[in-house]
Nanobody, 124 residues
C-alpha cells in the first residue's frame, strides 16, 4: 500500500486559482485510482475528482469545468488544479488511493489509503 501527503493549500480570494499536490510514497503502480476529496467540519466527505491509472477522470458536478485533476506517476504525484474558486470550496482537501478496478467512482468507501489533508480557504 501507499502513503499520501498533500500540499499546496492556503487562503485565497474568490476567483483565484490554486494547485494542490499529492505525493505518493510506496508502490504507486499498485494503485488503480487516485482521487481528491474534501470535507467541511460537521459535514459529509465529498468526492471532488478522481483519475484512473489510464487517465480516465471523473468530477463532482460542483467543480466540473473549474477543477482539473492530473497525474504524473513517474513523479509519484497527483495534482488538483482549482480555478474560479468560490467560498463554498472552503474545506480540508484529502488525497486518496483506490485499488479497485471495477468502475470509476467518487464514493469514499472504495478508497483505502488517505492523506492527512490540506486546508483551502476561499474568502469572498
Amino acid at each position: 500500500q501507499v502513503q499520501l501527503l498533500e500540499s499546496g493549500g492556503g487562503s485565497v480570494q474568490a476567483g483565484d486559482s490554486l494547485r494542490l499536490s499529492c505525493s505518493v510514497s510506496g508502490d504507486i503502480d499498485s494503485t488503480y485510482r487516485l482521487g481528491w476529496f474534501r470535507q467541511v467540519p460537521g459535514a459529509e466527505c465529498e468526492g471532488v475528482a478522481t483519475i484512473d491509472r489510464d487517465g480516465t477522470t471523473m468530477y463532482a458536478d460542483s467543480v466540473m469545468g473549474r477543477f482539473t485533476i492530473s497525474q504524473d506517476r513517474a513523479k509519484y504525484t497527483v495534482y488538483l488544479r482549482m480555478s474560479s474558486l468560490k467560498p463554498e470550496d472552503t474545506a480540508i482537501y484529502y488525497c486518496a488511493a483506490s485499488y479497485d478496478s471495477t468502475y470509476i467512482t467518487l464514493i469514499e468507501d472504495f478508497y483505502t489509503n488517505w492523506g492527512q489533508g490540506t486546508q483551502v480557504t476561499v474568502s469572498s
